[in-house]
């Protein structure tokens, strides 16, 4: 640190240095003052403001987070999020200082994102990414604040609510009628009569299911980059949940479960789906086009059973709240954004409530 004056211009100057988060001593200097009282204030003040600041760029602070998350995050999660910043955010932000991005600098970045055409739910998980690790840097080192929450999320404003490929009941039966495979069999009418999720159903084994109630406590899930399927703890804290169960998918689940027991080593801990090994997801896929093309009915992907189950409960009258807990949604949020567009308001039903009240 030092204040010397520039004989050229009469003007007094300040050189300091300052280390950054990332342990690198660089050195700053200011000029332009007309007494040395004035450098030797203007030195401390500098000093001070950047005694704990962040002078990383977005890309430093990324190559630090990214190898965080590798090591907290499932891989899949890990995947998902790495992909999306590497490949929309990085190319815009890497070298820029972390303390430079502004709210212009933010938004010009959302709106390029939006005239990109991607979906809401895309760029909303894309910008909470980014939120999440401008936190880690507040939290670990010294950005004193998190432009992606102070500009906010993507408008929804221009989102058209995706419309979700469902079975009425009566297509449903159509397809099941045709199954010829009893575990199939069975493992569909589970996806339509729970609303589970295709891993949590997978992983399924016999000790899950309690009296009348099916406890999910575990996802199967398939990894990226080497295919192995594990087990995994549900999607998210609020996934964990007993799924209460029809008398009738009751009695379909203790039936094939006695069909179970002719095999000398049966165990509770078998999974229900696929016995030693659960049933595959491609194989799961591949048996559900077969048996749509037989009965005639338009293809659904697999997650729309679960969509189906929503939408039957929906139209049944069963409150949005209870339909959120069944399907383990984190929020009720979730739910009537997901769902919202099916809520559409019977008019008739309206105005036969309005004609029948009682007017003074």
């Known amino acids: 640190m030092s204040v010397t004056k520039d004989k050229r211009t009469n003007l007094w100057k300040f050189r300091t240095y300052i280390t950054d988060s990332l342990g690198n001593r660089k050195q700053h200097q200011r000029s332009g003052f ?38 907290k995050l499932k891989y899949n999660s890990y995947r998902t999020i790495k992909n999306r910043i590497e490949t929309h955010a990085l190319p815009y932000f890497k070298d820029y200082k972390l303390s430079k991005i ?15 055409g991607y979906s809401y739910k895309y760029k909303s998980s894309l910008h909470g990414a980014i939120r999440t690790m401008l936190n880690y840097g507040i939290k670990f080192y010294g950005l004193k604040n998190n432009i992606a929450s102070s500009v906010g999320n993507f408008s929804k404003r ?8 469902i079975w009425t009941h009566e297509e449903f039966k159509k397809f099941i009628n045709v199954v010829d495979n009893d575990m199939y069999k069975l493992f569909f009418e589970t996806l339509f009569y ?50 209460k169960i029809s008398n009738y998918l009751l009695n379909r689940l203790k039936e094939y479960k006695e069909k179970c027991h002719k095999y000398v080593e049966f165990e ?24 749509c093309k037989l009965a005639q009915v338009k293809q659904i992907k697999i997650h729309d059973f679960r969509h189906s189950h929503a939408s039957q409960l929906l139209s049944s009258g069963v409150p949005i709240t209870a339909i959120s807990q069944r399907l383990g949604h984190s929020d009720i949020e979730m739910t009537l954004n997901t769902y919202s ?12 409530v309005l004609d029948n009240l009682n007017y003074e």
């Open 268 to 291: 509770n801990g078998w999974y229900i789906f696929g016995n030693i090994n659960p049933l595959s997801t491609t194989t799961v896929e591949r048996k559900k086009n077969k048996y």
């Open 102 to 116: 502004d709210s212009c600098t933010y938004t010009n970045w959302q709106a390029e994102l939006e005239d990109a």
């Open 34 to 71: 007309k007494t040395k009282k004035e450098a030797l204030k203007a030195e401390q003040n500098f000093i001070k403001e950047h005694a704990n600041s962040c002078d990383m760029t977005f890309g430093e602070l990324w190559n630090i987070y990214e190898k965080h998350i590798k090591l």
């Open 194 to 243: 729970t609303g589970l999720r295709l891993g949590e159903c997978l992983a399924l084994n016999w000790n899950d299911l309690k009296g009348n109630y099916i406890i999910v406590n575990k996802t199967l899930t398939r990894n990226i980059k080497n295919g192995k399927k594990t087990v995994n703890s549900p999607k998210t804290a609020t996934s964990y949940r007993k799924v």
């Open 341 to 352: 567009h099916m809520l559409q308001t019977d008019e008739d039903k309206v105005i036969d």
């Open 158 to 165: 221009n989102e058209i609510p995706k419309e979700h490929t």
